[in-house]
């Protein structure tokens, strides 16, 4: 490997400890001096044993960022290590405003890319983690252009006691009170269990459309991201997350107004209470499915949260209310394979995630309303950026008596949308394995992969399609082939880079 410039690792003892080496120090390591690695008193800190390899994300150059990772690698860095520095080096340099998205992004793909890493191949299971590590690179770029924000160290003098910690949360929340949010996220994410953040996380979360579902994604990845890389970092997670949660794009306080982002969050808290009790107990009904997916073609907010609770009163199991949410998002990209639609299928696949995570009863009804509030909020923003075509995804049929061949798909996926999809519908209607579909999936997304939204939906789409009711598994692939990546497509520098290295 070539010099390292002087700020690109700390001290001997951090970096080697951090770098997995035993030994003296690297002949290309040059000496650092105190000052050099002196963090800012002012500035967040994160735990000894993953500061360093934060710092070295940080302070490295991103034409040189991927040859310094893959050197850590090979000296003993591992994966775990690496993807909570990356998680914590985005969370401290990208600021989530003026809106949760664009350079945020770099914190939002990183659970996105971990799913894809973990079903890839071993000969690219390395792949996703270095792609967003230089995704992140050109965010942090990005944000020194547009201030250079760095997540602040906690008010200490201000922290509420630990017993009221998760209640001044909830109620900082509530209010949109950023300083009292920030001190009371930092400490409850010290007393409080994963599952009580959740909640009051997941309920502030979901309740504005502001961001086109970027908060809920936001928690739904944060969580999952700490399950891999240990609750020990929660407290700067909690503090961003509250941070993101609150950001209302410049309009007075949403708790004394009545914005329209705001609307269909508070009429379904009462519509929740409405719900029986038994609602769980509700029979599966894939016909029902179908249903949701029409009424979501034509609802407003509240009318589709409506219509679901009258579905659940009639004993419908929440799964096929679901499957028919899901479908809804799938056939949004179908009609309009752009961004909002996809966030159609990122936002659901989050909700979905937090509606089988949270532990109150009431919330979890609340989400599933929310949800489908959601889309009709999607397909009306959707609507605004150019008119839907009348696409029906139920309608779509299967062609042939065998299913295609799975390179065959995806030498069609982009070239020619509509013919890709009803080749994937076929597939899974004539006994396709949908293992190797969705394997070929996400390796097209490794190698033509160039942007945050290509790891955040192929892995959203495949995790759904997994979970949707076999019945319409294929037509939900179908739907969101729109937008995954195709084998006519160019592989991308990185991708060509990486694998020369590895």
Known sequence: MSTVSRRKFLSVSTSSAALGV?????????????????????????RPEIEPLVRLLEDTAREKIIDVVISAIRSGTSYRELLAALFLAAIRNVQPRPTVGFK???????????????????????????????????????????????????????????????????????????????????????????????????????????????????????????????????????????????NHTGEENPSLNNFEADRAGRVNWELAETISPQWLAGKLNPNVSRDVLAALRELSPTDASTLVVELLNKEISPRSIYDGVLLASAELVMRQPEIVPLHAVTTSNAMHHLFHSVSDDRLRRWILLQNASFLAHFRIAATDRGRLPDSKLDQLESHGESAPLVDTIFDTVRADRPSAAEQVLTYMQRGGDIVPLIRKARELVFSKGTDSHDYKFSSAAIEDAIAIDPKWRGHYLAGCSYLLHGSSEKTTTLSERVRAAT
């Open 104 to 246: 945020f992004h770099s914190v939002m793909v990183v659970h996105a890319a971990h799913q894809a890493s973990i079903a890839a191949s071993d000969d690219a299971r390395w792949l996703p983690l270095l792609w967003a590590i230089d995704y992140f690179k050109s965010a942090q770029a990005t944000d020194v252009k547009e201030g250079d924000w760095t997540m602040p160290a906690v008010n200490m003098s201000r922290l509420p006691s630990p017993e009221r910690s998760l209640a001044t949360l909830g109620q900082a929340l509530t209010d949109w009170d950023e300083p009292a949010a920030d001190v009371a996220a930092a400490a409850a994410s010290r007393v409080s269990t994963s599952s009580q953040l959740l909640d009051v996380y997941a309920s502030s979360a979901a309740r504005d459309f502001r961001s086109i579902g970027h908060k809920a994604i936001y928690v739904s990845g944060a969580f999952r991201t700490l399950e891999v890389i240990g609750w020990e970092h929660a407290e700067p997670v909690m503090r961003s997350l509250a941070y993101a949660i609150l």
């Open 22 to 46: 035993v030994g003296t120090q690297p002949a290309f390591l040059p000496l650092l001096s105190a000052q050099e690695v002196k963090i800012a008193s002012d500035m967040v800190r994160f």
